[in-house]
């Protein structure tokens, strides 16, 4: 008998690198067209924002480093206090409305029950169309009580309806605004994310005997937690920067709406009109900030109610 010793494969060789060294630029080639422009749109005016806020321009020396002097006067600044209270309070009250309404509209388009679901769907979404000046110079409009619908219904009706525009409730009226323009974005928002709900869930809870209310509460909403938790971040970055409907309705508003209603209406005072550029530099960075920790704060309560 004889027997054959089987040699051992030899070990596979790496193909050697293609392209040479210049292959390991190509990345970075590709790379280049975005971070160029992410440079010129997003780095820079924030580099030089956070420059401006450490200087002023005074009448005589001229301009001057001052470190931190800026944001102390922004800090004890009771205009700027006032606005981001407003705004807080704002936020407050109107986001968790239009996300309950547009809640509502997703889950009623998703039942399958509206008859004309996509007439209804786009009629929802078309105010987010509306630029928004149009849209405020049309609210501001109806809310006038000598030349608007809210002035034609009390000679119609011989009563004095409140004024939308008065200091008390100004700012339920731009809520209102705000309201139906953003409640059809965040219906789609959460519409979107119930078409990607699985069938056979809804199938397995039908063959348990669950009713609608429970396959709302039980799959649709678990199944949002996500989307909300984004339609919440977006809104609370646009309460933050609420400026253009206060802005145009302070033309006829003037005794209810201030130069410093709104953060971001108070900064473009201080840049524009009090020829302040370094002081409302600073005023943006601190309210850059704060809309960042807020924002944070809001996905984090939303990551964690979703474990």
């Given at each position: 008998?004889?027997?054959?010793?089987?040699?051992?494969?030899?070990?596979?060789?790496?193909?050697?690198?293609?392209?040479?060294?210049?292959?390991?630029?190509?990345?970075?080639?590709?790379?280049?067209?975005?971070?160029?422009?992410?440079?010129?749109?997003?780095?820079?005016?924030?580099?030089?924002?956070?420059?401006?806020?450490?200087?002023?321009?005074?009448?005589?020396?001229?301009?001057?480093?001052?470190?931190?002097?800026?944001?102390?006067?922004?800090?004890?600044?009771?205009?700027?206090?006032?606005?981001?209270?407003?705004?807080?309070?704002?936020?407050?009250?109107?986001?968790?409305?239009?996300?309950?309404?547009?809640?509502?509209?997703?889950?009623?388009?998703?039942?399958?029950?509206?008859?004309?679901?996509?007439?209804?769907?786009?009629?929802?979404?078309?105010?987010?169309?509306?630029?928004?000046?149009?849209?405020?110079?049309?609210?501001?409009?109806?809310?006038?009580?000598?030349?608007?619908?809210?002035?034609?219904?009390?000679?119609?009706?011989?009563?004095?309806?409140?004024?939308?525009?008065?200091?008390?409730?100004?700012?339920?009226?731009?809520?209102?605004?705000?309201?139906?323009?953003?409640?059809?974005?965040?219906?789609?928002?959460?519409?979107?994310?119930?078409?990607?709900?699985?069938?056979?869930?809804?199938?397995?809870?039908?063959?348990?005997?669950?009713?609608?209310?429970?396959?709302?509460?039980?799959?649709?909403?678990?199944?949002?937690?996500?989307?909300?938790?984004?339609?919440?971040?977006?809104?609370?970055?646009?309460?933050?920067?609420?400026?253009?409907?206060?802005?145009?309705?302070?033309?006829?508003?003037?005794?209810?709406?201030?130069?410093?209603?709104?953060?971001?209406?108070?900064?473009?005072?201080?840049?524009?009109?009090?020829?302040?550029?370094?002081?409302?530099?600073?005023?943006?960075?601190?309210?850059?900030?704060?809309?960042?920790a807020v924002a944070y704060a809001v996905q984090?309560?939303?990551?964690?109610?979703?474990?």
């Amino acid at each position: 008998m004889t027997s054959t010793a089987t040699a051992p494969a030899p070990p596979a060789r790496r193909p050697p690198p293609r392209g040479g060294p210049g292959r390991r630029w190509a990345g970075w080639g590709f790379l280049a067209p975005f971070m160029t422009v992410f440079a010129l749109v997003f780095v820079a005016p924030i580099a030089y924002s956070l420059y401006l806020s450490v200087y002023r321009n005074r009448l005589v020396g001229g301009t001057s480093f001052v470190g931190a002097d800026n944001y102390r006067t922004a800090f004890t600044d009771p205009v700027f206090w006032d606005a981001v209270v407003r705004v807080g309070l704002f936020l407050a009250v109107q986001v968790p409305i239009m996300l309950f309404l547009a809640l509502l509209l997703a889950l009623a388009l998703d039942s399958g029950r509206l008859y004309g679901r996509d007439f209804f769907r786009i009629s929802i979404f078309l105010p987010y169309a509306v630029p928004a000046v149009v849209a405020t110079l049309m609210w501001g409009f109806m809310y006038g009580t000598r030349f608007g619908l809210v002035g034609n219904a009390n000679d119609l009706l011989g009563v004095t309806l409140p004024d939308p525009l008065s200091p008390g409730l100004v700012l339920a009226s731009i809520g209102n605004i705000v309201t139906w323009q953003f409640v059809g974005y965040n219906m789609l928002i959460l519409y979107s994310a119930l078409r990607t709900v699985p069938h056979e869930l809804y199938e397995a809870a039908e063959v348990d005997g669950a009713g609608q209310l429970r396959v709302i509460t039980a799959v649709k909403l678990p199944a949002l937690r996500g989307a909300l938790v984004i339609a919440a971040v977006f809104s609370v970055i646009g309460s933050f920067q609420l400026f253009n409907e206060p802005s145009i309705l302070r033309n006829l508003a003037p005794n209810a709406i201030t130069s410093g209603y709104t953060p971001n209406l108070y900064t473009y005072s201080l840049a524009f009109s009090g020829q302040q550029q370094n002081q409302a530099a600073a005023v943006a960075v601190i309210m850059g900030l704060l809309t960042m920790a807020v924002a944070y704060a809001v996905q984090l309560f939303g990551m964690r109610r979703a474990v």
